[in-house]
């Protein structure tokens, strides 16, 4: 005879979230790029039209046979390190200025929904799943990144800081790569800063959890963290704060999430996404959720590598 | 496409390969707390990763598992044979307790060849948990007996290290009173576990008592799910550690009055705390419990454990009867 039994507390089980086969991020502006007005914004969509083309995202959404690809398009706007203008007069713009390119966002998003959404402590979230690449000689003993705020991909210079003043000088050393192939492209990246007990989280940092976000891969508790809330509104608020962290801005636009994701970007943000690939290697995902991802994705006929970094595409916009 | 909750099998690492290894170390030791503690408390202490769930289960013994922790190595491997083989992966960790009373910290890693003979970028390693990539071939017996063997304080991959610390972060919660009811030992469980062979098809168990803390596992299993075989040790560590427990209770016991009625007492914590937590192979799937059965046959643990319990409680009997005695012969020469 055949018996089953189960607790539901007891078992492993991660949400499920929608994904489309590519993410776009038709652009990342920084507020002096808003402020600068809605002839700059047009000028900037014009670039960018060409590139976001359908035949073109068609190709990198790598979909198998002639199904037509699930594609959404997002924009991210950087209400974190700086005060912007009103989401009332903002958004029409955007929207405005990318449509007269044929361009079309189906999601927008603030960069401080990256930090905290929906009572979620996203950012947190993130730094508490790092898990730094070793050194050699490291056995798993290594003191948490938490401590420092900073993280790299090797060995850092030894320096003698001041409290190490009684101990032999060493001289000095290179700062190495780890799994460098032979010279070293060593970086060092600044996760957040802090004045006053308030921290304040680095750019290539949110824009490390806004990848994972686009990716479907982040979860709280086993719950999806990213639900975009429609807005069907002709009108936008006074306040940044009064949106949520992700406004779906079309009914029928495809999943948020993907499979994979793209982003165009003028090429001033490729130190940015330098770092933000850094960590990314750097972030343990929960196992459930990559097994999940990869199954759904060989259930559609795809092949989706295991590491994160290879699901994302860039172009860099000469300016 | 639809939004959902679905439980997904791990089916997509550690597929079974002759050419694997799995080490782990598990440490066993009595929570550090005055009492039981809630299902809730428990939950609480072993929430260390933020946003990931602690599974709780309350059937058919109160169980809770904390989620799973990475930590990153690039490091040498000890081998019997003394060959110098460096790996780069990273290694689980997790901690449980069991009854509200017993807790467990446990790290492991599957050892394997890797396809590369340079390290690779770390978000290669990252997306394999639990898994460590060795540069050059290995020989996975001469690996499985190093790590047996292997002196706790060396340079090598030290899981021993791992679970210690995992050990001390539960155990030094705030949360818990730190007055425990009983003295106890902590122990630790080293074990490997080998793919079957042509040569072993039907697998292998060894166990072995090394000293008064340290045993040894060897398995030969099929491997589907890693995860599964450590949670079949941390299981058969549980249990051994109950019986390990009660045996030097007892013998403490006895090595004070053994015939008077108080030294029963002495007892009562074990009684009250320990005797109800004998529940082998729970939370094991069904495909590793010829493991079990086989170690039953060989060891005779759940004979044992019988055996003592009914030692306790005819005692608990007697010195109920002795205790009777002199309350009914005291009242008689009145």
């Known amino acids: 005879m055949e018996s089953s039994f189960r607790e539901a507390t007891a078992e492993e089980r991660v949400a499920s979230v929608p994904l489309s086969h590519l993410s776009v991020e038709l652009g990342h502006l920084y507020a002096e790029d808003i402020s600068a007005g809605r002839d700059s914004l047009a000028a900037y969509f014009q670039r960018v039209a060409p590139w976001a083309a359908e035949a073109r995202l068609t190709a990198l959404a790598r979909v198998s046979g002639q199904r037509r690809p699930r ?25 405005e200025t990318a449509a007269d390119s044929g361009l079309h966002i189906d999601y927008l998003a603030r960069e401080s929904g990256c930090v905290d959404a929906d009572q979620v402590p996203l950012a947190q979230l993130v730094e508490g799943h790092l898990v730094p690449d070793p050194a050699p000689n490291s056995t798993g003993l290594r003191p948490a990144v938490s401590e420092a705020g900073w993280l790299c991909n090797g060995q850092r210079s030894p320096v003698n800081g001041p409290s190490e003043a009684m101990r032999p000088v060493l001289p000095w050393a290179p700062a190495v790569e780890n799994g460098r192939r032979r010279h070293s492209i060593f970086l060092d990246i600044e996760l957040w800063d802090q004045t006053d007990g308030r921290r304040t989280w680095s750019c290539p940092f949110l824009a490390a959890v806004w990848q994972l976000l686009r990716l479907g ?48 970007l003028d090429g001033r943000f490729l130190p940015v996404e330098h770092a933000v690939r850094t960590i990314l290697a750097q972030v343990a995902v929960e196992p459930l959720v990559l097994e999940q991802i990869v199954e759904r994705s060989n259930g559609e006929g795809m092949r989706l590598a295991p590491e994160i970094s290879s699901r994302i595409a860039y172009l860099f916009l000469p300016e | 496409m639809t939004s959902g909750t679905s439980s997904v099998h791990r089916a997509t690492t550690h597929r079974p390969d002759p050419g694997l290894v799995a080490l782990g170390e598990v440490r066993t030791g009595l929570l550090q707390h005055s009492a039981a503690i809630p299902h809730q408390l428990a939950e609480r202490i072993l929430q260390l990763v933020p946003g990931e769930r602690v599974r709780l289960s309350q059937r058919p013994i109160a169980h809770a598992l904390s989620p799973e922790l990475m930590a990153g190595v690039d490091c040498r491997l000890a081998a019997a044979s003394g060959t110098h083989i460096d790996g780069t992966g990273t290694v689980l960790t997790r901690a449980s307790i069991t009854g509200g009373t017993v807790v467990q910290a446990s790290a492991r890693a599957v050892v394997g060849p890797a396809r590369a003979d340079h390290r690779l970028p770390w978000s290669h390693y990252m997306a394999r948990p639990g898994m460590i990539e060795t540069r050059g071939k290995i020989e996975v017996d001469d690996l499985a007996a190093g790590f047996i063997g292997q002196p706790t304080s060396s340079s090598a991959l030290d899981l021993s290290a791992l679970s210690r610390r995992m050990m001390d972060v539960i155990q030094g919660s705030s949360q818990l009173d730190h007055a425990p009811r009983m003295r106890t030992k902590r122990t630790r469980l080293r074990w490997t576990a080998r793919t079957v062979t042509a040569e072993q098809p039907h697998g292998l168990v060894e166990f072995a008592i090394e000293d008064d803390v340290l045993r040894t596992l060897q398995l030969r299993t099929k491997i589907d799910r890693i995860a599964m075989v450590a949670s079949l040790c941390e299981n058969l560590a549980l249990h051994d550690w109950l019986l390990s427990t009660l045996l030097e209770l007892i013998e403490r016991e006895q090595r004070g009055a053994p015939h008077a009625p108080q030294a029963v007492l002495r007892l009562r914590p074990a009684i009250d705390s320990l005797l109800h937590l004998w529940m082998p192979a729970a939370h094991i799937d069904e495909s590793l419990h010829p493991v079990w059965e086989a170690l039953e046959r060989r060891a005779g643990f759940t004979r044992q454990w019988e055996q003592l319990r009914d030692r306790i409680r005819d005692q608990v009997t007697l010195s109920a009867v002795t205790l009777m005695s002199v309350v009914t012969e005291g009242s008689a020469s009145e």
């Open chain 1, 71 to 95: 594609v959404s398009t997002c924009f991210l706007v950087d209400d974190y390190f700086a005060r912007l203008g009103s989401p009332a007069t903002i958004i029409p713009d955007l929207l």
């Open chain 1, 217 to 264: 891969l982040l979860r709280y508790q086993g719950r999806d963290v990213v639900v975009p809330k429609a807005w069907d509104h002709d009108t936008y608020p006074q306040e940044w704060d009064d949106l949520p962290a992700i406004l779906q801005l079309s009914p029928r636009a495809a999943p948020f999430s993907a499979y994979r994701t793209f982003s165009i």
